[in-house]
Structure formats: C-alpha cells, structure tokens
C-alpha cells in the first residue's frame, strides 16, 4: 500500500517521537470499514500494516524482534 502524503507528516511527527523514546514500544495495526470482501479486507488491513512498519524502519527505527512487531490485522 502507498502512504498518502499527508499520511507521511504524521507517520515522521510519530518517528520524532519514538527516536526521542527509545525505549517505547508500539503495536501497528492495519484497519478497513466493513464494505466488501471479507479476505480483502483482511488483505487491506495488513497491507496497510506492513506499509506503515516499513517506513517507520526505512526512517531508522529498529523493527523489532517479538511478536508485537509483526503487524496485526484486525
């Protein structure tokens, strides 16, 4: 999935963040609204997940090694 650009302005306020909080740990979760497939929404939802760890790591943010780093659809 592609970040919007306004999504973007967000996404680096949150990396400001968690760079000044190294120690902090997040949960990224993908979501939709309920209209259409079941499976492509459950597509959607982690696609949209993996885009926004993706730029979190591509920003220099460590993924991460648990679990809690893999992203979660809902």
């Known amino acids: 999935d592609t970040i919007k650009p306004e999504s973007k302005k967000i996404l680096?306020?949150?990396?400001?963040?968690l760079k000044d909080f190294p120690d902090a740990k997040i949960k990224i979760t993908g979501h939709t609204d309920n209209q259409g497939d079941r499976d492509h929404n459950m597509e959607l939802s982690r696609n949209?997940?993996?885009?926004?760890?993706?730029?979190?790591?591509?920003?220099?943010?460590?993924?991460?090694?648990?679990?809690?780093?893999?992203?979660?659809?809902?």
């Open 12 to 17: 680096d306020k949150a990396v400001k963040v």
């Open 48 to 74: 949209r997940a993996t885009a926004v760890k993706q730029y979190l790591v591509d920003a220099g943010l460590d993924a991460g090694t648990d679990a809690g780093s893999r992203p979660e659809c809902t």
